[in-house]
């Protein structure tokens, strides 16, 4: 005789692994950044701006960052996994690269001799002496088989096809300002001209190659919003980049929802009588 009880449905194990894999990695991550060894500069639990989104778009978003708001859940989006295999992806095709660079016959320099990577500290707190402004290079190209001009700073990054294209048609300062603010603030503060940016497309395989230049009118203008960001008390002191809350640029930032819960304007009071035509 046929067993016709309903049984309980078995749990997915593929939901499961995913939840296991995602709380060791981001639990790792974040002990890492605990024990000061988040950055190859340190000092990463103090408020700074890095150059990895010096040049975010809006300045409000900015303050934000600076003033450590913490980030609206986006789990719609992206989990906080997923987040964190993105950047692991992107350490794995950076470590790639370098080697392919090293093999093609460029001598590429990525760390010190103590292992930690080149970058720079800057605008230091008056009281805590910490520094303000901080960035780290993936590596500095120094000689190599082709004429290019040595030495240059080197930023690695991946995309999937879609954003590979965009880059590859319009070049970074138009495709990605950040990416764009990244590169400059690190030339204007290491005093390197030039800088090769590589762009590994994990979807083909092909490589985006392109030599950026100095623009010291960029990196002033981000280097003089950093100090005002720096000087802020609140992240509302700063300018939206929008001013309604559908633009594009608003849909997907980490701090929406505080950005626009704006409180409801004063009570007014009745204006004196010498506005009004009263009085003497």
């Known amino acids: 005789m046929m ?3 309903r049984k309980e449905k078995a749990p997915d194990i ?3 692994l995913t939840a296991l894999i995602d709380k060791v990695i981001v639990d790792r991550r974040n002990a890492e950044y605990a024990a000061g060894r988040g950055s190859g500069l340190g000092e990463v639990a ?3 701006i890095g150059a990895g989104y010096i040049g975010t778009e809006c300045d409000r978003a900015l303050a934000y960052r600076y003033h450590r708001v913490e980030k609206e859940t986006r789990e719609e989006y992206v989990s906080a996994g997923e987040l964190q295999r993105h950047a692991l992806v992107g350490f794995w095709t950076e470590e790639s690269m370098a080697e392919w660079l090293r093999l093609a016959g460029f001598d590429l320099r990525t760390n010190k001799e103590d292992g930690s990577q080149y970058g720079y500290r800057v605008a230091r707190d008056p009281t805590t002496g910490q ?3 901080a960035g780290e290079i ?3 190209i120094l000689a190599g088989p082709l004429a290019m001009p040595y030495p240059l700073l080197w930023e690695s990054k991946k995309a999937t096809a879609k954003k590979f294209a965009k880059f590859a048609k319009e070049g970074v300062a138009k495709a990605d300002p950040k990416y764009h603010g990244q590169i400059q603030t690190n030339m204007a503060y290491l005093e390197v001209e030039h800088t090769l940016f590589t762009m590994l497309n994990v979807d083909s395989m092909k490589i985006y190659q392109e030599i950026v230049r100095f623009d010291p009118a960029v990196a002033q203008r981000l280097t003089d919003r950093a100090v005002r960001v720096l000087e802020s008390r609140a992240p509302e002191e700063m300018p939206r980049i929008a001013g ?3 633009d594009w ?7 929406r929802a505080r950005c626009w819960d704006e409180p409801s304007a004063p009570e007014q009071m009745a204006k004196p009588a010498w506005l009004t035509g009263g009085g003497a």
Do not use: N, V
Not at 249 to 255: A, S, V
């Open 46 to 48: 103090q408020k700074r």
């Open 249 to 255: 640029r608003c849909k997907f930032c980490d701090y």
């Open 131 to 133: 520094a303000r402004i």
């Open 138 to 140: 993936d590596g500095c």
């Open 14 to 16: 593929g939901e499961a």
């Open 3 to 5: 067993d016709f009880a």
């Open 244 to 246: 309604d809350e559908s």
